[in-house]
DNA sequence: AGTCAATGGATCGTTGGTAGACCATTGGAG
DNA sequence: CTCCAATGGTCTACCAACGATCCATTGACT
């Protein structure tokens, strides 16, 4: 018998060359708002390292990204590689022709994420977070209120990844941003409402409210209930 | 500030070479019981196009796993490569000495974990499964009751797997089956008691029959004191 | 004004992995 | 008994990625 279990486990060992997943990782840095604006990412040297590739297939990287209006490289000393305060506008691809190619892949994604952020959002509440913890937390959940309608997915972003990062599991961390990357995709495609991000910010506040009060059950509530939000604004969308 | 989300997003593109990876790959299906001794592996001209990887390295890893003792080949049609019906007994590294190297580690994974197969549970219960889905799910737990002491760690991850699997996500299936390999080898170091098990396989059933009874809160409630129990026993013996 | 440390930019030899073709073996089908 | 399709086993040419080294530029500090 042949079960999916199969296909899991036999899954391709790597996708793509280290150029495009570096390409990959360096979009999501940008795209999840990890590095903002203005921001210099590290020096290509120590970056390379930490990405485990070349410096030549970094810089290779660099470059589709410079061309790409993403980045601007600057040399010298205090020079670095720097994200351009204007960011390209993501292309709204057709929703449909989106929704052809991810096909399963849509409930895969939708069914992943439910899983690592209701998990995180309950481990947050556990966890007696730092004071740095707490703040940063608040931060990322202001900025996101305050944030413009053009950059609220960033700050968004930003936001649930922020709540990940509480967890102290940095796998849960990464597996959570791989998803968001997966499912920004597919909500560029979507046209983004005001009333929709006021909803959404109320029930940031309440997620994070939860979080910082230690109360685990409150704050996987919380979470699960926004993220049916989006998912039905996806499934709907993307019909 | 450097948050942790910078790690998150500038982690290494790729762990190990291609050939590791194959490895890795063969090792977790033999060891989460996806294949089990006497079974076939599929040719390695198929095997070698769903990892994605070149013949020869496949060639390569099955061949340091017939040195290990893990497989075994045989030419011509209706050869392959099989597992073999003994297979190595784990080495059991002092727990003192993987608790070490892991670290923060083993937090990371437990927590990882926690959200992954809660989830699993909850989504798998949500979801009306086919009956070859429901049978799928009874066979695993019946083969998990029925093994025998120095099997019973394949035949455990090999429910929890299937678990994964009947949610129909691809990617949570496979995130479930790398976060177990970890904490396999921690387990691995850890006595394996008969009454835990009468124990474990109590709440196997329990979970299983909240999943076929379509009842996610009592399922995921039922997987998360499943969970903790191992990460109890997990955290106790590696301090 | 000069220095220099830190940064991006460029080049080259080495190597691990790949693709593809071909060989060797086996056992069921005709 | 012969054939042959499917499998593991081997070889070779090629290339992407790597590691290492050196060059070019910049601007804060002395």
Redesign the pocket.
């Known amino acids: 018998m042949v079960t999916p279990a199969d296909d899991a486990v036999f899954r391709p060992v790597?996708t793509g060359?280290?150029?495009?997943e570096t390409v990959e990782r360096l979009l999501q840095a940008i795209k999840l708002g990890v590095v903002r604006p203005g921001d210099r990412?590290p020096?290509?040297?120590?970056l390379?390292t930490r990405l485990?590739?070349?410096?030549?297939?970094?810089?290779?990287a660099?470059?589709a990204l410079t061309e790409a209006g993403f980045v601007e490289?600057?040399?010298?000393?205090?020079?670095?590689?720097f994200v351009n305060a204007q960011l390209p506008k993501p292309r709204r691809t057709p929703a449909k022709r989106i929704a052809r190619e991810l096909g399963d892949g849509l409930d895969d994604a939708l069914i992943l994420r439910d899983a690592l952020e209701t998990g995180a959002a309950e481990a947050a509440a556990v966890r007696a977070l730092t004071s740095a913890e707490e703040d940063h937390l608040r931060k990322c959940l202001a900025d996101t209120a305050a944030a413009k309608l053009t950059d609220y997915r960033r700050f968004d972003s930003r936001l649930h990844l922020a709540i990940a990062e509480v967890t102290g599991s940095a796998s849960l961390t990464s597996a959570t941003a791989d998803v968001r990357m997966r499912l920004n995709e597919l909500l560029d495609a979507i046209p983004l409402l005001e009333r929709n991000i006021e909803h959404s910010n109320d029930q940031h506040a309440a997620i994070v409210d939860a979080i910082l009060a230690g109360d685990p059950e409150r704050a996987r509530q919380a979470m699960k209930e926004h993220l049916s939000g989006t998912a039905t604004l996806l499934r709907a969308f993307l019909v």
């Open positions: 790597r060359n280290p150029f495009e990412l020096a290509e040297r120590d390379a485990n590739v070349s410096r030549v297939t970094l810089r290779e660099i470059h490289s600057r040399r010298g000393r205090y020079g670095g590689t």
